[in-house]
């Protein structure tokens, strides 16, 4: 298993060819107080860099651009009734929805966790 | 003579001056009441009506009545007035202290306004009622129309639409439909960062994808980043004149030019018209569209967020696109166009003929200030407005060089290490008994704060507001944060619970289980 | 100026403290050709006597309905509104207060919301109401949208017996969307069929109770034969205290109820401004256009009132937004609330019952005039007749006997020929027994 970083501030983590997808930690924390996930359906097809979720907090709404080609395969539901659980468990029950991935390559663009912490450090 | 009945006289040395600490049974704090919903203390039994009886009929509903109980809760008379004025207490109001909403152009509205709205034969007249019954209405509309030309130099005006951002569908289905008659609808509006949401809200609406135009060093549009987004699939831009940071954009000919250059149109969001009225006619500066917010401009109440009016005045390119109705002069009477002829007209926006009642209270605005009067207002505006921003800007971080037009934009730079933000400023304005300015808008400049006085302002008002502020500013800088972070302290409620507010969102009384 | 406190030194002073000389020098980013050497060539200020010379004038040359027999309806209806209702909207506090933004301060504005919200939501019968839309029809624009969106279908079917403005509008609205408005010709009295014509593409099938010629429909069956194929049904409602008498659209299983809710709290302003009511179910209030009022707490655990589910609006959401509107029909949704406030359960009822009762009265009454007949089997306070002359020249006729009689259809559908004799007739509470009989008289006389 290992977890890939976008320079969106997702995260997906790879398990036998299906990606689980989040935010990270820092994006919850510059987003505040999350009141609302608009997560995929289940079947769509997606490519890499579509828009495939919406993170609202009271008074802004960001999209979240898919880190990679595939098909949805599963939306986290808890979501629905508790978007909050995305501050207190970003890169743990907070995730968004799985995604088969139709090609590996693309995860080649994407970071390791040291290169994400650079990545953000360097936002400060 | 004595005084017998034990009744003090004055105020001694026990009597408690700070906020209290008990609590009261009631929950009141004397004239600050609290107070329930209709549904807590109503219920379905009460009336405030007396009906004439129902005399025996025989239904024609055909069997699709309804049975179950409603839920409505209702009150008497007293009851429902003291509900209600007890519930207005609770609201700020033009009507109670300077309302310095930037962009929002909060002045008074004069009471003469809505006595001549009540007229019967303007309020009480039906929109389907026979057109040689209307005459009079039709007169005022089509009077209304004329000073609203006159005003900006265009030659024709759509009445219909019902507040700003229905203006602006109005203006940009006239700008899509000509460029649909040349068979070339194109597919992008260009406008700048600093646009009102409603600008590519409505593109959006028109199939149009918005582009957005980055800001110069000095709050105005970037003419060379704009010319270089200019091509053929542009189908116009809209900007906002003066624009939201309260600036008149100076190459607004040059603006204006490139786009018809290109085979588009200028469409000018005219919010804030208040700044130029009487002085400046936007036909002058090569608009095509421009819609007039009848509840800023010429001061139709903004009545807690509606209802307003949204006239667009078109140039000669646009004006046979406009939607029906329209008011035309027969061979000797008023007549109503509801019907298209020409082929030609977008269509219709809304049932009937647009806000009547907004239309009355802005034309007796309007006569009652006259040309003289309307550039007057223009000139007090701005006038208000400058002298906010030279008092201030020593003090505060004004974001451009003035003069500013209407509204002054400062953004939260002065407030750098001081732990308060642009919002627990703000709240600190409402303990100090005024509404605060518009916040974090524009989107433009960090922490943003614009302040739109108006004309409706004194000296004296706007000198208290100056000082207020000052004072506010030299407390946040010297470190006294509790007064800010959490404020207000002396509003009906303290700060409230936005978050929780939409993570569970509770939109509607309903009747415990 | 009586609405501008500057005076000529408090101009001076301040000039003196931006340090400019003139006013123009404020103006000086203005284009210098630009900016007007003198005055708009319009009359100068008035005194208000005299401004208010002007408009008695302009009032006096309409004819204010309830100065003679009046039974115009078809989307507006004059009802009588108690004073109570118009003094509250006149407080300062309300009529001068913004949008409640600062909602410390706008706590008044935003529980009447709630209030509203809350009314609304029970008499259509759905889970949530939004705070207004400008108009019914606007309204019903915006349901053809949000269907679409909720669906992600395009196609939206239109009843023929809908308001024809509020098709109008429909059409208008979807004109540069994806739309594809489907429409059907008005069939007056006569069942359509409408479910037939959806297919897969389809969003939301739009009718109206009562229809725009008076019919009321049970469309349950409609509601389970859409929801059997995950279409929309969308309820229009143009006289809001039908629904004091007649079974609810949520009781229909609408999913989208739009309405006009003039009826209450607002006079017929000759069309504007109106108050635009917009409820759906609880699943879809994410897709709703407009502004909600929600419950919260304050910082002491007060309740208190918050605009809320702002991200779905234009100010934050931009481009994709629900809708474009900003400003709504605040103040009209004020006077609604008041207004059904005095009224409660028990006057809303009553008040229906009155105004269908007037209206069975009527219809009675014209029963027996040669070269009319009435089309409706079920109606509430409104009714459509076809005549044996053309129904525009009868009003017009009618109109010199300082009689208005109704709304001829051929007004709203000038291509129509076949709706040249068809005229609406609507009663409410206001309509004397006094004025029918003269309407009575009237139209005896003209259809001789």
């Known amino acids: 298993m290992t977890t890939y970083y976008s320079e969106d501030h997702e995260w997906i983590n790879v398990e036998s060819g299906v990606g689980t997808v989040g935010i990270t930690d820092y994006a919850q924390n510059a987003l505040g107080d999350i009141v609302f996930v608009e997560v995929p359906e289940v079947g769509d097809e997606l490519a890499k860099g579509d828009e495939v979720a919406v993170v609202e907090s009271v008074k802004a709404a960001s999209e979240i651009y898919s880190p990679v080609t595939g098909e949805i395969t599963a939306v986290n539901e808890d979501l629905e009734d508790n978007a909050s659980l995305v501050n207190s468990s970003a890169g743990g029950d907070g995730w968004f929805f799985k995604i088969s991935i139709s090609d590996d390559s693309e995860l080649e663009g994407l970071m390791d966790a040291d290169g994400y912490k650079t990545f953000t450090a360097g936002l400060e | 003579m004595m005084n017998n009945q034990g009744r003090p006289t004055g105020i001694d040395g026990t009597t408690e001056t700070s906020n209290a600490g008990y609590e009261t049974y009631t929950g009141n704090r004397g004239l600050a009441q609290v107070e329930g919903l209709i549904y807590e203390i109503g219920d379905t039994q009460r009336t405030g009506v007396d009906l004439p009886e129902v005399e025996e009929f025989e239904s024609c509903i055909g069997g699709v009545t309804r ?27 033009i009507d109670l202290g300077l309302y310095p909403l930037g962009s929002c152009t909060m002045k008074h509205n004069p009471r003469l306004n809505e006595k001549v709205a009540r007229l019967p034969g303007v309020a009480d007249i039906h929109p389907l009622q026979p057109i040689s019954t209307v005459q009079g209405a039709l007169d005022l509309i089509d009077t209304l129309a004329h000073w609203l030309k006159t005003l900006t130099g265009m030659p024709a005006v759509a009445m219909s639409p019902k507040a700003g951002a229905h203006g602006e569908l109005c203006g940009l289905m006239a700008i899509r439909s000509a460029l649909e008659a040349k068979g070339d609808a194109r597919s992008i509006v260009l406008a700048p960062e600093s646009a009102h949401g409603t600008n590519p809200a409505t593109a959006a609406l028109c199939g149009y994808k918005v582009k957005p135009i980055p800001a110069t060093e000095d709050g105005r549009v970037d003419l060379d980043a704009m010319k270089e987004a200019l091509g053929p699939d542009v189908a116009a831009i809209m900007v906002t004149n003066p624009n939201t940071c309260g600036l008149f954009e100076r190459e607004i000919i040059e603006i204006a030019d490139a786009v018809h250059a290109i085979g588009g149109y200028f469409y000018c969001d005219g919010a804030n018209f208040n700044a130029i009225v009487g002085k400046v ?9 421009m819609h007039i917010n009848l509840h800023k401009t010429f001061s139709t109440p903004h009545g807690g967020g509606g209802p307003g009016a949204g006239p667009v005045v078109l140039s000669e390119a646009l ?37 009547m009642g907004m239309f009355t209270r802005a034309l007796a605005y309007m006569m009652s200030h006259g040309a003289d009067g309307l550039a007057r207002v223009a000139e007090d505006s701005v006038l208000n407005a400058n002298y906010v921003l030279a008092s201030l800007k020593d003090i505060m971080s004004a974001s451009f060089e003035g003069p500013c037009m209407h509204e002054a934009l400062f953004d939260d730079r002065f407030l750098k290490d001081t732990g308060v933000s642009t919002l627990d400023f703000s709240k600190a304005m409402i303990d100090e008994g005024y509404h605060p300015m518009t916040m974090y808008f524009p989107l433009v400049v960090h922490g943003a704060m614009l302040i739109e006085p108006t004309e409706s302002e004194s000296k004296q008002s706007v000198d208290q507001f100056i000082g207020m502020m000052r004072y506010l500013v030299e407390k946040a800088k010297a470190g006294d944060t509790g007064r800010f972070t959490g404020a207000p302290y002396n509003a009906p409620l303290k700060r409230l619970d936005e978050t929780g507010a939409a993570r569970n969102p509770v939109l509607r009384w309903t009747a415990a289980e | 100026m009586r609405y501008l406190p500057l005076s000529t030194d408090d101009r001076a002073e301040m000039l003196a403290k931006i340090c400019v000389e003139n006013i123009n020098d404020l103006f000086v980013d203005v284009p210098n050709h630009a900016l007007l050497k003198g005055l708009v060539d319009l009359p100068n200020h008035m005194t208000e006597m005299e401004v208010e010379q002007n408009f008695e004038a302009y009032s ?6 309830g100065s003679v027999p009046f039974f115009v309806g078809a989307g507006a209806y004059r009802h009588h509104v108690p004073a109570s209702v118009d003094y509250q909207i006149q407080r300062g506090e309300y009529l001068t207060a913004y949008t409640p933004y600062q909602p410390e301060i706008s706590q008044g504005t935003l529980q009447t919301l709630y209030e509203f919200q809350s009314q609304v939501a029970q008499i259509t019968g759905m889970d949530v109401a939004n705070a207004s839309m400008y108009d019914g029809s606007t309204a019903c624009g915006e349901a053809a949208l949000m269907a679409c969106r909720v669906t992600r279908k395009k196609r939206i079917i239109v009843s023929g017996n809908l308001h024809p403005h509020y098709i109008d509008v429909v059409k208008n609205l979807t004109k540069f969307t994806d739309g594809v408005v489907v429409d059907n010709d008005p069939t007056l009295n006569k069942p359509e069929n409408l479910i037939d014509q959806v297919d897969d593409d389809t969003a939301c099938v739009i009718v109206q109770n009562p229809d725009f010629f008076g019919n009321i429909n049970d469309f349950s069956d409609l509601a389970d034969a859409l929801h059997e194929r995950k279409k929309l049904l969308v309820i229009v409602n143009t006289e809001v205290v039908a629904l004091g008498a007649i079974k609810s659209p949520g009781e229909m299983g609408a999913d989208i109820v739009v309405g006009e809710g003039q009826s209450i709290g607002n006079g017929l302003n000759y069309g504007g401004p109106y108050v635009g009511l917009f409820a759906t179910r609880q699943k879809y209030v994410r897709q709703m256009p407009g502004r909600l009022c929600g419950e919260t707490t304050d910082a002491d655990g007060k309740r208190g009132f918050v605009l809320t589910l702002s991200t779905r609006e234009q100010h934050i959401r931009r481009e994709k937004a629900t809708s474009n509107i900003c400003t709504n029909a605040g103040l009209c949704t004020l006077a609604f609330t008041i207004h059904m406030t005095l009224l409660g359960e028990k006057g809303y009822r009553h008040l229906a019952q009155l105004n269908h009762a007037g209206t069975v009265k009527l219809k009675n009454k014209l029963a027996g005039i040669d070269g009319l007949e009435v089309l409706n089997e079920t109606f509430f306070n409104e009714f459509t007749v076809r005549l044996s002359n053309n129904a525009a020249e009868v009003v017009e006729t009618l109109v010199e006997n300082d009689v208005i009689a109704g709304l001829p259809v051929s007004r709203l559908y000038p291509d129509r020929p076949e709706l040249n004799n068809i005229l609406i007739i609507a009663v409410t509470e206001t309509t004397s027994e006094d004025d029918m009989d003269i309407l009575v008289a009237e139209l005896k006389e003209v259809l001789k």
């Not at chain 2, 179950?68 to 009150?75: F, Q, R, S, Y």
């Not at chain 2, 006619?281 to 569209?289: E, F, S």
């Not at chain 2, 696109?321 to 219709?348: L, N």
């Open chain 2, 67 to 93: 049975d179950n109980e409603i839920g409505l809760a209702g009150l008497t008379e007293p009851e429902a007035m003291r509900h209600y004025t007890r519930l207005s207490r609770k609201n700020y109001a």
């Open chain 2, 281 to 289: 006619r936007p036909g002058d500066l090569g608009v095509d569209a």
């Open chain 2, 319 to 355: 004006a046979p696109y406009a939607p029906i109705p329209y008011v035309v002069m027969g061979e000797e009477d008023f007549d109503m166009v509801e019907h298209d002829t020409t082929g030609k007209s977008f269509g219709r926006m809304t049932a009937f003929h647009g806000q």
């Open chain 3, 60 to 65: 006096a040359k309409s004819v204010a309905a």
